[in-house]
């Protein structure tokens, strides 16, 4: 169907990618990871946040287990 429609791969890419990717995931406990947020001061947030964005935020979302592996199971790095 891709190649039929068109996708928005370069032309002659071939995927590196395994037929079959293993993904394993670990959940960290939720309520450490806020502890340690609030221990840190503003200093020490605001050089987290220049690191890595708005990451901190992920702690305040309820993640659907089964929607994330969805996702994980069918990703492809090719397409982002």
């Known amino acids: 169907m891709q190649l039929e429609k068109g996708d ?3 032309k002659g890419y071939t995927s590196k990618l395994w ?3 293993r993904i394993s995931v ?7 990871l ?4 609030v221990q840190w001061d503003d200093e020490v947030k605001q050089l ?3 690191n890595y964005g708005d990451f901190p935020y ?6 659907d287990k ?3 592996r969805a996702l994980a199971k069918f990703w492809n790095s ?3």
């Open 8 to 10: 928005s791969l370069t």
């Open 19 to 21: 037929d079959f990717t």
């Open 58 to 63: 992920l702690l305040d979302i309820k993640v």
């Open 66 to 68: 089964h929607l994330f």
């Open 78 to 80: 090719a397409y982002s």
């Open 26 to 32: 670990t959940q960290n406990n939720l309520q450490e």
């Open 48 to 50: 987290f946040y220049s």
């Open 34 to 37: 806020k502890e340690v947020w």
